[in-house]
């Protein structure tokens, strides 16, 4: 008895102590042992502009939905001054923000909602104004610009409550989610006009934050309930902060995304991010699919800041789960939420907001590690899962796609035993569900766009490939470079470089899938990289040649599918198109496909031919399991698709 009450106080003791351990750990997570210097630096949003093919669809983009949201859904947009006349009181307790809710009692959380519609929306529309060129749309973003800084308070507030609602909260809140998704398109515009008045607004409504949350000092994101969305949403507020630490160079920003990050991970919330979590390598990940993927930045903003080795262990964990929920086109899977399950062609879809997300995320950790594989995931979830969930034929997007996509009426590849679902179909709006993924399909090009070019200490760095044209300075002297190309739909790029006389590394990242390239100038490879140094002087041309071929890959759950270079091909469904709603501006539709017939056809290791040369099409042979022969088939990009197979079981 006397051994069994030593042992049990042994035990006891030794749980205390992990305990103690573990704390102590976590305090440690958090403190700063030095800032890290970013790899790349990030250039002015201004300075690269697209060509081609991308800058068409930005322009198509502006002739669409991102154009024309305003009029498509007054009522979210133009009625609802949410940062101005119709800021949020304590006396509101119901708005329409455009979406369907179980219960109407619900509705009062999401009264914030109608400032991440505008603001999203405005971002993408005035960064895809500035790097289309297009006066027009540039007008209205300069108005649109000089509206929302004259709601500012001589404190410096810009946001949405009113003073008896402000930073007051202990619940479900759009504070900080709010001044994140409108200073993001606030800071777009001064980088394209550097009007430092812009800039100085900005910087007295950050400050206006971080005096009302001292650091170290309040709560930000605490909340008696777990289930938080615009709450946790503003984690994101480091978007901002690091926005302005590059501009600025002042660290207090940059520092408070450390302590952002460290409110957030303490506080009990139903979120994947949170440190403590991410110490648990075994653990999948459960949340909002949105949240999870935009808090990526978030964390690594904060081990940016630090230095902190837990937070970078945490930042390598986070990564491998998020691997474990991709699925072959790249899309993040999350329909809305994760729930702990693996990405599955068929089963599980991505949202748009998700796609946009993680791809903003690749991209800064691009910039923060220099790795070339970031561009890499990128690139691909730019030209495959992005393009597979637009419409290729008019102007709208799928909310929920899966990367099999038999069925786009309303559920799950043609599941109606969910009611409220209607996600997966084409619409300019998805007014009947939310009005979230329209936006974030406007900044999506405009985020690729302002990532293509970084630069090192060495030169100039071309980290995402296709049609643009840069312009800049290195060691004070201006270059311009401009990338000809149609990639990923060609693989020949041509860098034409003009300067008068600078003497500088051209980087170029060399594709994963590129086993053979050919390049005019003598170069070398370095992590991923190639690298031509040179005097460079008036006009000179560099030429590159990557040699795709067909690959035959298998995803996380082995079945088969097939890539040719960046591109991810797919067996594309003959499918029916029936319109669902109108709008009153002509050509606008919602529109749902069903398949004419539907045939799920298996893997059988046959050859893959390119059926002309030069041309984007494929041809190979798949089992059909119904007749028991293989069946002659042919394979496009998936973003050319709107019903189509892309994975395949083994025959």
């Known amino acids: 008895m006397k051994y069994a009450s ?22 440690n997570a958090f403190q700063k042992t030095g800032g890290i210097p970013e790899t790349f630096q990030p250039l002015p949003f201004f300075e690269i502009l697209p060509t081609g093919w991308i800058k068409e669809q930005v322009q198509e983009n502006l002739n669409g939905f991102t154009g024309h949201l305003d009029s498509l ?57 500035i790097i289309a060129g ?74 206006n934050v971080m005096i009302n949350y001292p650091a170290y000092a309040s709560h930000p994101f605490y909340s008696v309930n777990p289930y938080a969305g615009g709450l946790t949403h503003g984690l994101a507020f480091t978007d901002v902060l690091e926005e302005l630490w590059r501009i600025t160079g002042k660290t207090e920003y940059r520092d408070y995304c450390i302590f952002l990050y460290k409110d957030f991970s303490e506080q009990n919330l139903n979120e994947d991010a949170q440190y403590g979590k991410l110490s648990d390598t075994s653990g999948p ?22 230095g902190s080795p837990e937070l970078k262990n945490a930042l390598k964990n986070f990564l491998q789960k998020i691997s474990n929920n991709t699925t072959a086109s790249g899309g993040p899977v999350g329909d809305e939420w994760i729930a702990g ?57 799928a909310y929920l796609k899966t990367d099999n996509s038999y069925s786009m009426c309303g559920g799950l590849n043609g599941d109606t035993t969910a009611k409220n679902q209607n996600r997966y179909k084409y619409s300019p709006v998805h007014q009947d569900v939310a009005v979230c993924c329209v936006p ?24 995402l490939l296709g049609p643009c044209e840069v312009e800049t300075t290195f060691k004070g002297k201006r270059v311009n470079i401009e990338e000809q190309t149609a990639y990923p739909y060609d693989n020949t790029l041509v860098f034409n470089v003009k300067t008068f006389d600078s003497e500088f590394d051209l980087k170029i990242r060399r594709p994963l899938w590129a086993n053979k390239i050919i390049v005019s100038e003598e170069y070398r490879e370095e992590k991923g990289f190639i690298i031509i140094h040179r005097r460079w002087k008036g006009e000179q041309s560099v030429n590159i040649q990557f040699f795709p ?12 599918y097939f890539t040719y270079g960046a591109l991810v091909l797919a067996r594309p469904i003959q499918s029916i ?14 529109m749902t496909y069903r398949p004419v017939t539907m045939n799920v056809l298996e893997f059988a290791d046959e050859k893959v031919k390119q059926t002309k040369p030069g041309r984007l099409e494929f041809s190979t042979a798949l089992y059909n399991p119904v007749s028991r022969k293989n069946e002659a088939v042919i394979l496009i990009p998936i973003g050319q698709t709107i019903l189509r197979q892309l994975t395949f079981k083994p025959k």
């Not at 027009?136 to 001589?154: E, N």
């Not at 071929?549 to 088969?560: C, F, K, P, R, S």
């Not at 198109?577 to 539709?589: A, D, E, I, N, S």
């Open 285 to 306: 990940l459960k949340g909002h699919g949105v949240h999870t993927y935009e808090h990526l930045r978030s964390l690594a903003a904060a081990y940016y800041a630090s």
């Open 6 to 27: 030593v042992c049990t106080i042994f035990i006891f003791y030794c749980i205390l102590m992990s305990a103690h351990r573990s704390e102590a750990q976590e305090s």
């Open 549 to 560: 071929e067909v690959q035959v890959l298998q995803d996380i759950n082995g079945e088969y």
């Open 134 to 207: 297009d006066q027009d749309h540039l007008s209205k973003a300069k108005d649109y610009v000089q509206k929302m800084l004259s709601t500012q308070d001589a404190d410096g507030y810009l946001g949405i409550y009113d003073p008896d609602l402000r930073y007051k909260f202990d619940n479900e809140n759009g504070e900080l989610w709010s001044k994140t998704t409108l200073l993001r398109g606030l800071l777009a515009w001064y980088e394209f006009v550097r009007n430092y008045t812009v800039l100085k607004d900005i910087e007295r409504a950050v400050q």
């Open 73 to 129: 859904a007054p009522d979210l947009i133009l009625r609802d001054d949410i940062y101005g006349k119709n800021r949020l009181s304590r006396n509101d307790k119901s708005k329409d923000v455009g979406a369907i809710t179980e219960n109407g009692e619900l509705q009062a959380q999401f009264l914030w909602w109608n400032s991440e519609t505008q603001s999203n929306w405005r971002d993408g529309y005035i960064r895809s104004a």
């Open 577 to 590: 198109g029936k319109q669902t709603k109108t709008y009153p501006l002509k050509g606008f539709r919602d």
């Open 440 to 463: 974030n399909a406007g900044r999506i090009a405009p985020c690729y766009v302002q990532n293509m070019w970084m630069k090192d200490d060495h030169g100039l760095i071309a980290t």
């Open 341 to 397: 399950k693996r990405a599955d062609a068929t089963e599980r879809g991505y949202e748009y907001c998700s796609i946009q997300e993680l791809m903003n995320s690749y991209a800064d950790l691009l910039s923060k590690t220099g790795e070339a594989d970031f561009g890499e995931f990128t690139e691909k979830l730019f030209f495959n899962a992005a393009q597979g969930s637009r419409n290729p034929f008019e102007s709208s997007i």
